[in-house]
């Protein structure tokens, strides 16, 4: 890859600019440590009620899961996620136990914690000299059914984690696409006071 061709308006540390998500994996094992590491950052993520409602459920190539994992993707992502080193299903509880309360209730920040604790494994993973990729692309009741995931638990993404590999491996239209991807400029996602977006 050449040299990373993002640049932040405002002084932020290189680790967030640093952070891409490829689709070319070389394919090499991740020792179970490494990636265990990558579930510590997440679970120090900030929630309401320190609720903690994300979930992940993994599977590291070259055992017996890989091959259930890959055939929950679709064809598209499954043709170039099939040589990471490990894919992670992100879910959710969407209720829990308030402070002092007895009984769940709804947890409509779920979500919202959940993408905080993502974003802490996908940082630490770049940190680690590791990548990841978030897939919307993927057969949510068949992973639901397969994975045995209770219906109280949304299911959110699934994400191929891995070494960049050369991006040849890949088809020709999606070459041009392996890079770090730019950002909109900030006047169009924040605004003081007033929605003015």
Do not use: C
Not at 78 to 99: C, G
């Amino acid at each position: 890859m050449s040299a990373n061709p993002r640049v932040a308006d405002y002084a932020i540390h290189p680790q967030f600019t640093d952070r891409w998500s490829p689709r070319a994996f070389t394919g090499e094992a991740i020792e179970q440590e490494t990636l265990l590491s990558f579930f510590e950052a997440a679970r120090w993520a900030p929630s309401a009620y320190n609720s903690q409602p994300w979930r992940f459920l993994y599977a590291r190539r070259d055992t017996p899961n890989w091959e259930r994992y890959l055939g929950m993707l679709n064809e598209f992502n499954r043709s170039w996620a099939q040589h990471a080193s490990a894919l992670v299903i992100v879910i959710s509880k969407t209720t829990f136990t308030a402070p002092g309360a007895t009984e769940e209730t709804p947890a409509l920040w779920s979500t919202f914690d959940t993408g905080s604790a993502w974003g802490h494994l996908a940082l630490q993973a770049s940190l680690s000299g590791w990548h990841t990729h978030g897939m919307a692309g993927f057969d949510q009741e068949l992973t639901r059914q397969e994975l045995n995931i209770p219906q109280e638990y949304a299911l959110h993404a699934m994400v191929a984690v891995g070494k960049v590999g050369d991006k040849a491996t890949l088809a020709e239209y999606l070459q041009a696409r392996e890079t770090p991807s730019p950002r909109r400029p900030l006047s169009e996602l924040v605004a003081e006071g007033d929605f003015t977006l």
